[in-house]
């Protein structure tokens, strides 16, 4: 008896290959040539998504499997309007998402990288001691979106004793205060940190006057999107001394990166690597599996993205 397709976007380690090939017969994207009647599920990732004309050569496909927790990159309304199922690895990256937006929050308020390079310079010898630098004990915490990752964020965050507020669409049962306007959160914060979705209704949210409003002491933190932030307003503010101070893990058109940011030293830049730590990407790719096995078992999936659970 044949083994149903599975189509490969992306790349897939060695432990999830022999996952795809003991249940499917695995086509790669680079040879998928026309129309394949035999492929019923994707396995693909947040940045790759599914291209409408894949999509369109696949009149059997039933599931699509994320390997990631955004899944911006995949057309959730052509999905549904053809009954096909959307998964995608939530929780089991929180902590390390998280980890990553303090770290980002840390490494730009005592400038750690610059003082780095001030050692290996051989500064400390021929200059003396750093300049100072920032304290986060007790700062005043915006947190856009507040959801899984959110709230992990804000759980860890609570050994700085900061004052933490959130802004979303409507309150979270959360022990943080609401903030029904980013604006106004943005001008009371020391530190707004991004964690929301990327796509259409987040798009440049942070934007010029966020931004100004955020201030010329203030610290932007973006593990979310670079879609969410106006990047190009960003890179003027930091110049314009507008905006203080950025860690960034993400950006509008990874891999490449304003050339700008290179030379700012109160600037701290991350190749988007919030999740990419050998635990939690192992544990992602079993995930990305396990929803495969669970449809091909139940015609389900373990973990459907909000627009598919029922």
């Not at 959730?76 to 995608?88: D, E, F, K, P």
């Not at 700012?264 to 990407?281: F, G, K, Y």
């Not at 079993?286 to 598919?308: A, F, H, M, R």
């Amino acid at each position: 008896m044949s083994k149903p397709g599975l189509l490969l976007i992306g790349g897939a380690t060695e432990r999830m290959m022999e996952r795809f090939e003991a249940e499917f017969t695995v086509t790669r994207k680079d040879d998928l040539n026309g129309t394949n009647d035999a492929i019923i599920a994707v396995a693909t990732n947040g940045h790759d998504g599914v291209p409408a004309p894949i999509m369109a050569a696949l009149p059997n496909l039933k599931v699509v499997s994320c390997y990631g927790v955004g899944y911006d990159a995949i057309d959730t309304a052509a999905c549904n309007a053809r009954g096909i199922l959307v998964s995608h690895t939530p929780n089991v990256l929180n902590d390390d998402v998280a980890n990553t937006a303090i770290l980002l929050m840390l490494g730009v308020s005592r400038s750690v990288v610059r003082d780095d390079a001030y050692v290996r310079a051989g500064n400390w010898v021929a200059k003396g001691n750093a300049p100072l630098t920032n304290s986060v004990e007790n700062a005043k915490v915006g947190i856009l979106g507040m959801g899984r990752i959110g709230e992990r964020i804000a759980e860890k965050l609570t050994v700085f004793t900061p004052h933490i507020q959130y802004h979303t669409r409507c309150p979270k049962d959360v022990p943080y205060s609401y903030s029904d306007d980013l604006m106004a959160m943005a001008a009371d914060v020391d530190i707004l940190i991004a964690i929301v979705p990327g796509g259409p209704a987040t798009d440049k949210l942070i934007n010029d006057d966020v931004l100004n409003a955020l201030g010329p002491n203030g610290m932007l933190i973006n593990v979310a999107r670079g879609s969410v932030v106006d990047e190009a307003a960003m890179v003027k503010a930091l110049q314009d001394g507008r905006l203080g101070y950025a860690g960034l893990d993400v950006f509008e058109a990874e891999p490449k990166v304003p050339e700008a940011l290179f030379e700012m030293e109160n600037v701290l830049l991350l190749p988007h690597v919030a999740s990419a730590t050998h635990e939690t990407r192992r544990a992602m790719g079993d995930l990305v599996t396990d929803n495969l096995s669970e449809y091909l078992k139940s015609g389900q999936v373990l973990t459907p993205i909000p627009e598919c659970q029922t």
